[in-house]
């Protein structure tokens, strides 16, 4: 089973750029998110999706958008990338109706804004 | 505003026991996560409590204390392999999980 699959692995983009971050998963969880995870902070979430169709802000939303069309995928875009975005980006799954709620992450996107 | 706590670093011995501590202040408590991460991958589950108590799961325990807004993590019989950081994360009163920095453990033969 593949789980979660980001893409790209990694990037360099110039600032003042576009860039769409990939995500897909194929264990049908209603619940996706993105999180940024930059050396000495928490994982910190940018926004998330319950269901699909739906959306909402985390802590950092900034600069971030998501969309939600269906159940499998989840991109976030950078409008117009500032050096600050430079993070490793974490896309994260989550049956909420059962077990624990537990995430499961996709291998991240290291993304370079210069 | 909501805290997690937890030691930057630490160094153990292998074959040796290491407890990694977690503190939390928090709006209200759902729950409290425990993830590995190996240096360059993505976080993988290690356990979840949300009653008060030692959980326990081979060479891994986690164990909660609600009152003190504590926990811990319990590796046994360390391998050079569980080298990873540690990551606590509480889920809060609105289900958003708050996430600790990670504790980077190295472990030395």
């Known amino acids: 089973t593949a789980g979660i699959t980001q893409a790209p692995t990694s990037q360099i983009l110039a600032a003042g750029r576009s860039m769409t971050l990939r995500c897909t998963q194929d264990?049908?969880?209603?619940?996706m998110y993105w999180y940024r995870q930059d050396l000495g902070l928490g994982l910190r979430l940018i926004h998330y999706?319950?269901?699909?169709?739906?959306?909402g802000k985390g802590e950092v939303p900034d600069g971030y958008s998501v969309s939600r069309a269906n159940t499998d995928d989840f991109p976030l875009t950078l409008a117009s990338a500032v050096p600050s975005q430079t993070s490793v980006y974490f896309c994260?799954?989550?049956?909420?109706?059962?077990?624990?709620?537990?995430?499961?992450f996709g291998e991240g996107s290291r993304l370079t804004v210069l | 505003g909501q805290n997690i706590d937890q030691p930057t670093e630490m160094t153990a011995t292998e074959g040796a026991i290491v407890q990694i501590n977690c503190t939390y202040q928090?709006?209200?408590?759902?729950?409290l996560f425990w993830y590995q991460q190996h240096a360059g991958e993505a976080p993988t589950f290690l356990s979840y409590?949300?009653l008060d108590g030692l959980e326990e799961k081979g060479r891994f325990s986690s164990f909660l204390s609600r009152s003190k807004g504590y926990s811990y993590l319990l590796l046994k019989e360390l391998q050079m392999k569980d080298s990873a950081s540690y990551l606590c994360?509480?889920?809060?009163?609105?289900?958003?999980?708050?996430w600790g920095a990670g504790t980077k453990l190295i472990i030395k033969p």
């Open positions: 994260a799954s989550s049956d909420t109706g059962a077990g624990t709620g537990e995430l499961f």
């Open positions: 264990m049908r969880h209603n619940a």
């Open positions: 999706s319950n269901t699909a169709g739906t959306t």
């Open positions: 928090t709006s209200g408590f759902n729950g």
């Open positions: 409590n949300v």
């Open positions: 994360a509480v889920l809060d009163s609105n289900y958003q999980l708050i």
